[in-house]
């Protein structure tokens, strides 16, 4: 058996895995994405933001990972090749990691098109060590706090129900109970 050896001039990427509003709201320039999820992790309304949907006296909840051996969290991976690079990873290391608190890790993705090898991804997430992280509480305590709350991006419950609604649409197979038990908690408290 003979073995080609295979030469390309294509330049180098980096796979960004987005779990929460990166998934409807990248703002950087990307070459491509595919949905699909990472495991070991559970996505959770466990952490604070006082700049993109509350403030200070009001800190809004948003989604960070917790590890959870048996889970899997869905969301999105978008390529940045080389020129798209620096500048996307400018602008995400202001908007998730000095806005946000989040530290970054790779991770194993896995994209939902079938024969796909799985790929390295950088995520974002938000420790429990983080002066914002909010920890645990029960889905009609967090749907009570996201209503409520508003920041620079706009209203937190926009961010609740828009992740809802990505999961719908691109995981309708995928049960998420932690998300769907505080949209169903935010919309009763709200109509």
């Known amino acids: 058996m003979k073995l080609l050896a295979i030469t390309t001039s294509e330049k180098p990427s980096l796979w960004i895995f987005g779990y ?3 998934v409807w709201k990248p ?3 990307y070459k491509r994405s595919k949905v699909g999820y990472i495991e070991g992790y559970s996505r959770r309304f466990w952490h604070g933001d006082n700049f993109h949907r509350g403030d200070k006296d009001l800190p809004g909840r948003v989604v960070t990972l917790v590890e959870d ?4 969290t869905w969301g999105v991976a978008y390529e940045v090749t080389d ?3 620096e500048e996307s990873l400018q602008y995400l290391n202001v908007r998730e990691a000095v806005l946000g608190g ?3 890790k ?3 993705f896995t994209p939902r098109e079938k024969y796909q090898g799985s790929l390295l991804a950088l995520v974002y997430i938000a420790t429990s060590d983080n002066p914002i992280y909010l920890g645990p509480a029960t889905p009609t305590e967090i749907a009570a706090q996201i209503t409520i709350c508003r920041g ?3 209203h937190n419950i926009e961010y609740l129900l828009r992740l809802a609604e990505f999961m719908r649409l691109y995981c309708p197979e995928v049960e998420d109970d932690h998300l769907f038990s505080i949209e169903a908690a935010a919309l009763a408290l709200v109509i």
């Open 20 to 22: 929460g509003s990166l």
């Open 27 to 29: 703002d950087f320039k």
């Open 69 to 72: 051996q048996d889970a899997c």
């Open 83 to 85: 020129s798209q690079m």
């Open 102 to 104: 989040y530290v970054t």
């Open 106 to 108: 790779m991770v194993e």
């Open 152 to 154: 620079n991006t706009g």
